[in-house]
């Protein structure tokens, strides 16, 4: 029978891909702070593992990190064959959806065959809890007259990163549908910005930024000279695309109630749920712009661009099913998003590279373990 959580987690360990990552460290914060035990997979394409150090330092912690990637069944195998793993929270991706138009196959084979394999694995090893990060590009372009999208809105994505992740909710479904008590619950989630309020992390993309905020924080910054709108021409309030912008920090809580949650499912037999994580309010791109100079009192120069392909005008979430299921709101609004991701910037200058004073050693708490089970490292 599996166990419920009440109260406290015990201990209980779960199992985090993509952990590494912008998401995925403040999840990785939150669980740590619920009681559970962590261990982080991460193939380090797009993070580092200094946000776990970190995490480690302001948790008073230890995270069990393994540097591999799902497309190597083998090193899944020697992950799971170490201890139990409770549940385990699934972000590990590509996740641009631009550069998806462009490298379709590398997304197909990353996000689907990679949860392929993780699947597979679980499956093998008797772990039937899993929260799967998925997204609103799943819906593609709203249909007319909608405000929020809710779950039930058709999906129709408008890139192959959406196809992709569209493809794992099915597989995930199917799966669940056939082997009981696997329980899914898939976050179709909107636009994360922001960053833990001690500056100690916050989104730093390898290779560039692919999202709004970090763009604009470099033009702050002074690493770019000023900001491209892409898209002038939408049809909403501004001609600037409009979005559901979510805390990071809320965003993170909300896994940890969607854990629960697949507990409970799976306790109960097993079965899936979708549920949108977002604010239910939308933010234009120039309102954003405005937000951060009124929270900075710094200017950020704008320049109108092309339309970037596979975007939409506009996505807003219908956060009701995770006010009902789950218990779950967000509480943060626009200004502590810019707040907290200006103070990440500006502690952080080089992102993760900012060297950070410490008056103990975080890597004490970041266990390094390699792929081969007889072997131990200690970052």
Not at 28 to 46: F, T
Not at 333 to 339: A, F, I, T, V
Request: charged fraction near 20%.
């Amino acid at each position: 029978m599996p166990v419920t959580v009440q109260g406290g987690a015990d201990k209980l360990h779960v199992l985090v891909t993509g952990g590494a990552g912008y998401i995925g460290s403040h999840t990785v914060l939150e669980l740590l702070q619920s009681g559970y035990k962590v261990s982080v997979i991460d193939n380090l394409s797009n993070s580092t593992e200094e946000s776990l150090r970190r995490v480690s330092q302001l948790t008073s912690s230890k995270v069990h990190f393994y540097e591999g990637d799902l497309l190597d069944c083998a090193f899944l195998e020697s992950v799971f064959a170490r201890q139990p793993i409770w549940a385990v929270i699934h972000f590990a991706a590509l996740k641009s959806a631009p550069e998806s138009v462009h490298k379709p196959l590398d997304y197909y084979r990353v996000n689907v065959a990679g949860t392929i394999n993780l699947l597979t694995t679980m499956s093998r090893h008797g772990v039937h809890r899993l929260v799967f990060s998925s997204t609103a590009a799943v819906y593609g372009t709203p249909e007319m007259n909608t405000t929020l999208i809710p779950e039930t809105h058709a999906t129709s994505p408008a890139n192959p990163y959406g196809r992709s992740k569209l493809m794992v909710e099915n597989i995930i479904r199917d799966m669940c549908e056939a082997h009981k008590p696997l329980a899914g619950v898939i976050l179709r989630y909107f636009n994360p910005v922001g960053a833990h309020e001690s500056g100690m992390i916050g989104e730093d993309p390898k290779g560039g930024p692919g999202n709004l905020m970090p763009f604009v924080l470099q033009v702050m910054t002074g690493e770019r000279s000023h900001l491209e709108i892409t898209g002038v021409d939408w049809p909403t309030c501004d001609g600037s695309g409009v979005r559901d912008f979510i805390h990071v920090v809320d965003l993170a809580r909300g896994h940890v109630e969607a854990l629960r949650h697949a507990n409970v499912l799976s306790c109960e037999g097993g079965a899936w749920d979708i549920i949108n994580m977002g604010t239910g309010c939308g933010t234009s791109v120039l309102q954003m712009v405005n937000a951060m100079e009124k929270s900075t009192g710094l200017s950020i120069p704008v320049r109108n661009a092309p339309r970037r392909d596979g975007d939409v005008a506009e996505v807003v979430a219908d956060p009701a099913r995770a006010h009902e299921v789950l218990r779950w709101k967000a509480i943060m609004n626009l200004e502590d998003m810019c707040r907290d991701a200006w103070t990440w910037r500006l502690q952080n200058p080089q992102g993760y590279d900012t060297a950070q004073s410490s008056s103990e050693d975080p890597s004490k708490r970041l266990i390094r373990r390699s792929s081969n089970k007889n072997k131990n490292l200690h970052a």
